[in-house]
């Protein structure tokens, strides 16, 4: 009995035992063939080496950057806007340039003009002061008698209109004139004045009571103070101690009585009992 399978056998398959027919053919060696390359299994070397690569591609990068900025290359960036050109400043308006130049030409004259008139102002002092020392020497110098000098300008008549013009009359004569003292006197006044200035009379009193004096101009010059004078029916009393005086001693206490003809005059004295 038939195999069923021996039907639907390939007779073009070879039989084990057949041998192969020898064909007389050149033989083609085959290309080489590249194995394929695994990939490595990830580990940390690797991982290293991946990232040595990567800093590696950075850095190349940085220098193609760099050549870029010295001009050896395009750079990367846009170079920077060049600064803005400085604005120039603006004049000064013309008036004040005229002002400027008004200054300039007036300042040497201001200053010259200044100086003038300081050198006119002390000129003028200059002279007022010789003026007033010839004017008040030759007042002190005039009056007759020959004596230490005359009587101040305020001086008063032999018979003054009021008891303070006596006491200052009699203040101003014994500083410079001394000999015209006893005209202030009545004969009974100037032999008191002499009595107590214990010399031989009025005139030698007189001369007495000017050795004492250190300050002829402010001596002849006595500052009153308010009741001061004591005036009552045509007589006055007048006390040198409620006087202000510099430049010699008080000189005592006058009693006055006023005259016939206007005038007052000295008719008693006593020493000035100052504390």
Same mark, same amino acid.
């Given at each position: 009995m038939a195999d069923p399978n021996e039907s639907h056998r390939d007779d073009r398959t070879p039989r084990p035992d057949a041998t192969p027919d020898v064909v007389d053919a050149?033989?083609? /060696?085959?290309?080489?063939?590249?194995?394929?390359?695994?990939?490595? !299994?990830?580990?940390?070397? $690797?991982?290293?080496?991946?990232? @040595? =690569?990567?800093?590696?591609?950075?850095?190349?990068?940085?220098?193609?950057?760099q050549r870029g900025q010295d001009g050896t290359g395009a750079p990367? !960036? /846009?170079?920077?806007? /060049?600064?803005? !050109?400085? @604005?120039?400043? @603006? &004049?000064?308006?013309?008036?004040?340039? !005229?002002?400027?130049?008004l200054w300039s030409l007036l300042r040497p004259l201001l200053g010259?003009?200044?100086?003038?008139?300081?050198?006119?102002a002390l000129v003028v002092l200059l002279l007022?002061?010789? +003026?007033?020392? +010839?004017? %008040? %020497?030759?007042?002190? &110098?005039? *009056?007759g008698g020959g004596g230490t000098g005359g009587a101040p300008p305020d001086a008063a008549p032999v018979t003054p209109p009021s008891p303070q013009r006596v006491v200052r009359a009699?203040? *101003? =004569?014994?500083?410079? $004139?001394?000999? $015209?003292?006893?005209?202030?006197?009545?004969?009974? &006044? *100037?032999?008191a004045f002499a009595y107590y200035s214990q010399t031989a009379d009025c005139a030698a009193a007189a001369v007495a009571a000017h050795e004492k004096v250190t300050e002829p101009n402010?001596?002849?010059s006595p500052r009153f103070t308010n009741d001061v004078i004591q005036e009552s029916e045509g007589t006055a009393v007048v006390d040198s101690c409620a006087l202000s005086v510099s430049g010699g001693p008080p000189l005592g206490k006058f009693s006055m009585s006023h005259q016939p003809n206007g005038g007052w005059q000295i008719d008693n004295y006593e020493p000035a009992a100052c504390s």
């Open positions: 050149e033989l083609v /060696p085959d290309p080489p063939r590249t194995p394929p390359v695994s990939a490595p !299994a990830p580990d940390d070397e $690797q991982a290293r080496q991946y990232e @040595q =690569y990567q800093r590696f591609l950075e850095f190349q990068r940085f220098q193609e950057w990367d !960036a /846009p170079p920077p806007p /060049p600064p803005a !050109a400085p @604005q120039q400043p @603006q &004049g000064r308006p013309w008036w004040k340039k !005229a002002l400027v130049l010259r003009l200044l100086f003038l008139l300081v050198t006119v007022f002061w010789l +003026l007033s020392e +010839l004017l %008040g %020497g030759v007042t002190g &110098g005039g *009056g009699f203040y *101003g =004569y014994v500083a410079h $004139q001394p000999e $015209q003292v006893c005209a202030l006197f009545t004969p009974e &006044g *100037g032999n402010s001596f002849s």
